[in-house]
């Protein structure tokens, strides 16, 4: 399946580390002194949309939930209270994905790889500094920049070529970065892509074994 690829785009949470719950619970902890219904909109909208950043998320819980305006100010405090928190949690090396950690060890040489995440970009850095995954990456990218332009910067600051160039993800969102930059994408472990007809892998250990590798 990554044969005709040179260049691998992976998102982080989901994919490369079982984080969506730490940041669940970040997101609880930041807004605990709002109504619970309206965390719980927010929430939902958070793992619907795994690819945003944590700006989109407190934007949309302001303006679209509560229905008032926000500053970038109150935007930029709550984001480094979640990034305080977020750093407090995921510096585990127990919530790495090992399936996808073990692949990403092995064919960092096979393939150019970079990382384009919904995740702070300065906090995603410091994270795989700590927990050694920095040297397997070209480099890594992440918010407030959004996706969709974090992966076309990528790809015209390396000259790369879209139809060898591949991004793996586990949400819609990354799915609609890989499509408006005219690059494959691939789902990974995400079972709502088989109905759009979406390359789905579910073990990168399996990808020999044609029944694992879905469509």
Same mark, same amino acid.
């Given at each position: 399946? +990554?044969?005709?690829?040179?260049?691998?785009?992976?998102?982080?949470?989901?994919?490369?580390?079982?984080?969506?719950?730490?940041?669940? +619970?970040? %997101?609880?902890?930041?807004?605990?002194?709002?109504?619970?219904?309206?965390?719980?909109?927010?929430?939902?909208?958070?793992?619907?949309?795994?690819?945003?950043? $944590? #700006?989109?998320? %407190?934007?949309?819980? &302001?303006?679209?939930? $509560?229905?008032?305006?926000?500053?970038?100010?109150?935007?930029?405090?709550? @984001?480094?209270?979640? @990034?305080?928190?977020? !750093?407090? *949690? !995921?510096?585990?090396?127990?919530?790495?994905?090992?399936?996808?950690?073990?692949?990403?060890?092995?064919?960092?040489? $096979?393939?150019?790889?970079?990382?384009?995440?919904?995740?702070?970009?300065?906090?995603?850095?410091?994270?795989?500094?700590?927990?050694?995954?920095?040297?397997?990456?070209?480099?890594?990218?992440?918010?407030?920049?959004?996706?969709?332009?974090?992966? $076309?910067?990528? *790809? !015209?600051?390396?000259? #790369?070529?879209?139809?060898?160039?591949? +991004?793996?993800?586990?949400?819609?969102?990354? #799915?609609? =970065? =890989?499509?408006?930059?005219?690059?494959?994408?691939?789902?990974?472990?995400?079972?709502?892509?088989?109905?759009?007809?979406?390359?789905?892998?579910?073990?990168?250990?399996?990808?020999?074994?044609? @029944?694992?590798?879905? &469509?």
């Amino acid at each position: 399946m +990554l044969d005709k690829y040179k260049v691998i785009l992976w998102d982080f949470d989901g994919v490369i580390m079982d984080s969506m719950p730490v940041r669940e +619970l970040g %997101f609880r902890e930041v807004l605990k002194a709002y109504p619970k219904d309206q965390v719980e909109q927010l929430v939902t909208f958070h793992l619907q949309n795994g690819g945003l950043s $944590r #700006y989109v998320k %407190f934007r949309y819980f &302001f303006e679209e939930v $509560r229905k008032e305006n926000v500053l970038d100010e109150q935007i930029n405090v709550l @984001s480094q209270s979640f @990034s305080d928190i977020m !750093l407090s *949690l !995921l510096l585990n090396e127990k919530l790495l994905i090992q399936d996808t950690v073990e692949f990403i060890k092995n064919n960092h040489q $096979r393939f150019r790889m970079h990382i384009v995440s919904g995740s702070d970009g300065r906090e995603l850095k410091y994270i795989c500094d700590q927990i050694g995954l920095s040297a397997y990456f070209h480099s890594i990218h992440g918010s407030p920049t959004p996706k969709k332009e974090l992966v $076309r910067n990528l *790809l !015209l600051d390396n000259g #790369y070529i879209t139809n060898v160039s591949v +991004l793996i993800g586990d949400s819609i969102n990354d #799915y609609d =970065a =890989a499509q408006s930059n005219n690059i494959a994408f691939i789902g990974y472990n995400n079972p709502s892509f088989y109905q759009k007809e979406i390359e789905v892998i579910n073990q990168f250990s399996d990808l020999d074994k044609k @029944s694992d590798v879905k &469509f």
